[in-house]
T-cell receptor, first 113, second 116 residues
Framework: AQSVSQHNHHVILSEAASLELGCNYSYGGTVNLFWYVQYPGQHLQLLLKYFSGDPLVKGIKGFEAEFIKSKFSFNLRKPSVQWSDTAEYFCAVTPGGSYIPTFGRGTSLIVHP | DTEVTQTPKHLVMGMTNKKSLKCEQHMGHRAMYWYKQKAKKPPELMFVYSYEKLSINESVPSRFSPECPNSSLLNLHLHALQPEDSALYLC???????????????FGDGTRLSIL
């Protein structure tokens, strides 16, 4: 069975610091990759997605992620975080040929003003 | 605002009560999902409906009973729940394979359920 690993469970940063959240998956075939964000008390919403093409994808709110096939990774980055980025971040992977994602356990990000 | 509407937003019920959670979407999505989410944890898949047919039941106890009356609506009927069932219940929708495949899920705000 495929799995999705998010190694950073809790991240605490000051505003303007750079962010990188790791996501690794175990699946050898074609995959579709997603990062979702859940702000406190709100629904999960899509930050960005990768299906094919340029492995560097840009999402909303200044986030980007890079797909590195050889490393089975899809790390999320933001050059300068804001207090409003405080949220839970979930990586999700859907194998090609499926429409049901597997979620990572999530990373809790706290940004201090 | 999300395009997936869930009602009620909050529900408190006793262990002998029967209640239902409702979910509605008008995006034309033909896959709908129920998830259970505990605080600071990822969503746990419970049920998946594809084209109004139950396609996945992740070994969920029978005290949870899903229903998909039509392509826009998804219900979750609750009966004789236990305190450990207290959680946020999320509904999501997407296009299943064969439609606009591999599209992301759209989530509702959830119903926060507390079992007394």
């Amino acid at each position: 069975a495929q799995s999705v690993s998010q190694h950073n469970h809790h991240v605490i940063l000051s505003e303007a610091a750079s962010l990188e959240l790791g996501c690794n998956y175990s699946y050898g075939g074609t995959v579709n990759l997603f990062w979702y964000v859940q702000y406190p008390g709100q629904h999960l919403q899509l930050l960005l997605k990768y299906f094919s093409g340029d492995p560097l994808v840009k999402g909303i709110k200044g986030f980007e992620a890079e797909f590195i096939k050889s490393k089975f990774s899809f790390n999320l980055r933001k050059p300068s975080v804001q207090w409003s980025d405080t949220a839970e971040y979930f990586c999700a992977v859907t194998p090609g040929g499926s429409y049901i994602p597997t979620f990572g356990r999530g990373t809790s990000l706290i940004v201090h003003p | 605002d999300t395009e997936v509407t869930q009602t009620p937003k909050h529900l408190v019920m006793g262990m002998t009560n029967k209640k239902s959670l409702k979910c509605e979407q008008h995006m034309g999505h033909r896959a709908m999902y129920w998830y259970k989410q505990k605080a600071k944890k990822p969503p746990e898949l419970m049920f998946v409906y594809s084209y109004e047919k139950l396609s996945i039941n992740e070994s969920v106890p029978s005290r949870f009973s899903p229903e998909c009356p039509n392509s826009s609506l998804l219900n979750l009927h609750l009966h004789a729940l236990q305190p450990e069932d207290s959680a946020l219940y999320l509904c999501a929708s997407s296009q299943p394979l064969g439609g606009a495949s591999n599209q992301p899920q759209h989530f509702g705000d959830g119903t926060r359920l507390s079992i007394l």
